[in-house]
């Protein structure tokens, strides 16, 4: 099960899963694009270990890096109760 975490100003959507049982987390990242369909990369938590990486450049990873360390914590914590929906008890 993927959970959605946020949408940037440039359709990107970040998604996460559930914690799975060696408490890793997987952070997936796409963005619309016209020419390749969807850029996409997988970042796993909590050693931040970037995976398929297709048409992002280094420039666009760091600042998702940035991003994922800005918010790693409640992501780690929203895997574990159902998502963003289910953990703010909206």
Not at 3 to 26: F, Q
Not at 32 to 39: H, I, L, N, Q
């Amino acid at each position: 099960m993927m959970y959605p975490y946020m949408t940037l100003n440039d359709d990107t959507e970040i998604v996460h899963s559930e914690m799975k049982p060696d408490g890793r987390v997987k952070v997936y990242i796409e963005t619309p694009d016209e020419k390749v369909c969807f850029r996409h990369a997988t970042c796993w938590l909590p050693e931040y270990m970037w995976e398929d990486i297709y048409a992002y450049s280094d420039g666009d990873i760091e600042k998702f890096q940035e991003i994922i360390e800005s918010a790693a914590h409640l992501i780690m914590e929203f895997s574990q109760e159902g998502g963003f929906d289910n953990a703010s008890d909206l």
